[in-house]
Nanobody, 123 residues
Framework: VQLQASGGGLVQAGGSLRLSCAAS????????MAWFRQAPGKEREFVTA????????YYVDSVKGRFTISRDNAKNTVYLQMNSLKPEDTAVYYC?????????????????WGQGTQVTVSS
């Protein structure tokens, strides 16, 4: 499956953005999907993951209560709603997919990656 992320931009602290990740191919509904982010000079960081049906979701503690992941298998798309954004959320955000059924926070466990979309939060 090929992934295309979009929706990034510049927003003030406290604002919101909604990222989208569109997938090509018929296998999307069988993929666990995740969002990672990478700030300049830092390693890629896990943000959230969602299982195939959307019934199981995991967030990193720093985004709990502010970010929401969802998916629409009919549209082959996964979303990341980001509210109450903070300057420390500034990063390139990547969507990723894995064909195995279990959630994972390890980048190495994901086989497919989108190209990334820049999110910048100003103070």
């Amino acid at each position: 499956v090929q992934l295309q992320a979009s929706g990034g931009g510049l927003v003030q602290a406290g604002g919101s953005l909604r990222l989208s990740c569109a997938a090509s191919g018929r296998a999307f509904s069988s993929y666990v999907m995740a969002w990672f982010r990478q700030a300049p000079g830092k390693e890629r960081e896990f943000v959230t993951a969602i299982n195939r049906s959307g019934s199981n979701i995991y967030y990193v503690d720093s985004v709990k209560g502010r970010f929401t992941i969802s998916r629409d298998n009919a549209k082959n798309t996964v979303y990341l709603q980001m509210n109450s954004l903070k300057p420390e959320d500034t990063a390139v955000y990547y969507c990723a997919g894995r064909g195995r059924p279990y959630l994972s926070a390890a980048p190495a466990d994901y086989d497919n990656w989108g190209q990334g979309t820049q999110v910048t939060v100003s103070s």
